[in-house]
């Protein structure tokens, strides 16, 4: 069974920076590709980071471009979102997700919160 | 950059069928897929490539796609089924409609 759960959230001021993480057991993330979305308080899904399954390539979101590095570490099995000079627009529940085959998000985690406030 | 656009609500009463529209420049190319979420839960993927259901949804649970729009359908809605609804395509990245809350 397919589990991906995700830590590091918390509260942090703007312009400060947060790693987030995605542990997962059950899929190997290095046969995935791996997502994170998120979602801010009342609002939908956004879509921030996606890493292929080689590893190789990276996509951004245009709102998180140049402030968010998508990583892996296959060892681990763990998948990482690092976020700098964070913004208050960028508080939301952060879902780690894995993709099989390039197209819909087949397993997402329960989502970390993350709050950006002074 | 591509938008997706989803009614913001769409309400039905038990027993009956609900459609979920979602539209977009020249959707007819892209593959659809369709989340649910029930408040305070992460999504879950209940249509995959415009009408395949992933294991352990139930077959009331449908979609489709004509001209511009791709649509879930829901037949006999239950009150379980009771949650936002977002659809998906992929471009550059993927890209999430707005949204539709389901009221049963």
């Known amino acids: 069974q397919v589990q991906l759960v995700e830590s590091g959230g918390g509260v942090v001021q703007p312009g400060r920076s947060l790693r987030l993480s995605c542990a997962a057991s059950g899929l190997k993330v290095s046969a995935y590709a791996m997502h994170w979305v998120r979602q801010a308080p009342g609002k939908g899904l956004e879509w921030v980071a996606r890493?292929?399954?080689?590893?190789?390539?990276?996509d951004y979101g245009d709102s998180v471009t140049g402030r968010i590095t998508i990583s892996r570490d296959t060892s681990k099995n763990m998948v990482y979102l690092q976020m700098s000079g964070l913004k208050t627009d960028d508080t939301a529940v952060y879902y780690c997700?894995?993709?099989?085959?390039?197209?819909?998000?087949?397993?997402w985690g329960k989502g970390t919160l993350v709050t950006v406030s002074s | 950059s591509y938008v997706l656009a989803q009614p913001p609500s769409v309400a039905v009463a038990p027993g009956q069928t609900a459609t979920v529209t979602c539209g977009g420049p020249?959707?007819?190319?892209?593959?659809v897929h369709w989340y649910q979420q029930k408040p305070g839960q992460a999504p879950v993927l209940v249509i995959f490539n415009d009408g395949a259901r992933p294991l352990g949804i139930p077959e009331r649970f449908s979609g489709s796609k004509s001209g511009s729009a791709a649509s879930l359908t829901i037949n006999r809605v239950e009150a379980g089924d009771e949650a936002d609804y977002y659809c998906?395509?992929?471009?550059?990245?993927?890209?999430f409609g707005g949204g539709t809350r389901l009221t049963v």
């Open positions: 890493i292929s399954r080689d590893g190789i390539t990276t």
């Open positions: 020249n959707i007819g190319s892209k593959s």
């Open positions: 998906q395509v992929s471009d550059t990245g993927r890209i």
């Open positions: 997700a894995g993709d099989r085959g390039g197209g819909p998000l087949d397993d």
